[in-house]
T-cell receptor, first 113, second 110 residues
Framework: EPEVTQTPSHQVTQMGQEVILRCVPI?????FYWYRQILGQKVEFLVS????????KSEIFDDQFSVERPDGSNFTLKIRSTKLEDSAMYFC???????????FGEGSRLTVL | SQKIEQNSEALNIQEGKTATLTCNYT??????LQWYRQDPGRGPVFLLL?????KEKRKERLKVTFDTTLKQSLFHITASQPADSATYLC?????????FGSGTKLNVKP
């Protein structure tokens, strides 16, 4: 069964460093998302991406964040100058159609020290 | 923005009983609503989708209802099993964004 894969599964970084979280969505999907979940809290929308551009972003997704789909398969989330409060689980998700289910990856746990 | 409310208290039920979870929302009705299951440390897994013009949807032991007048969805698991123990999230879709509720933790005791 096709699945969304994310790397790394866990990353520890120092405050102020840059991190890149990588995702390989399901190959024929067209819509891509990043969500985050701070421990014990709800899944929060960060950004959606369609047709090689951002289609929606939340107020959380400020200039510190950026997304790219550099080669048609990978979908990356870059976090510049990380802060302690960026510590969370980051989930990538993709879907085939505009009205369809989201397929989530297993997440990348980011710990900022 | 859309506000979604799910009961933050865990729901504890006995194996074999029906679990009923509630999702209430404010503001505009979504184009459709989905329910997901999330196990600790894992990504959410899709269970069911119901559109705004549908009243009820079923899949095996799962049933979802959607009342746009009450702005509420109910999620039922019949003949519950300990393996159903997890956190269940409701998600509303509008304008290319999914808004998730905080989830309700279900504990099914043998």
């Amino acid at each position: 069964e096709p699945e969304v894969t994310q790397t790394p599964s866990h990353q520890v970084t120092q405050m102020g460093q840059e991190v890149i979280l990588r995702c390989v969505p399901i190959s024929n999907h067209l819509y891509f998302y990043w969500y985050r979940q701070i421990l014990g809290q709800k899944v929060e929308f960060l950004v959606s991406f369609y047709n090689n551009e951002i289609s929606e972003k939340s107020e959380i997704f400020d200039d510190q964040f950026s997304v790219e789909r550099p080669d048609g398969s990978n979908f990356t989330l870059k976090i510049r100058s990380t802060k302690l409060e960026d510590s969370a689980m980051y989930f990538c998700a993709s879907k085939l159609e505009n009205t369809g289910e989201l397929f989530f990856g297993e997440g990348s746990r980011l710990t900022v020290l | 923005s859309q506000k979604i409310e799910q009961n933050s208290e865990a729901l504890n039920i006995q194996e074999g009983k029906t679990a009923t979870l509630t999702c209430n929302y404010t503001n505009y009705s979504p184009a459709y609503l989905q329910w997901y299951r999330q196990d600790p440390g894992r990504g959410p897994v899709f269970l069911l989708l119901i559109r705004e013009n549908e009243k009820e949807k079923r899949k095996e032991r799962l049933k979802v209802t959607f009342d746009t007048t009450l702005k509420q969805s109910l999620f039922h698991i019949t003949a519950s099993q300990p393996a159903d123990s997890a956190t269940y999230l409701c998600a509303l879709y509008n304008f290319n964004k999914f808004y998730f509720g905080s989830g309700t933790k279900l504990n099914v005791k043998p």
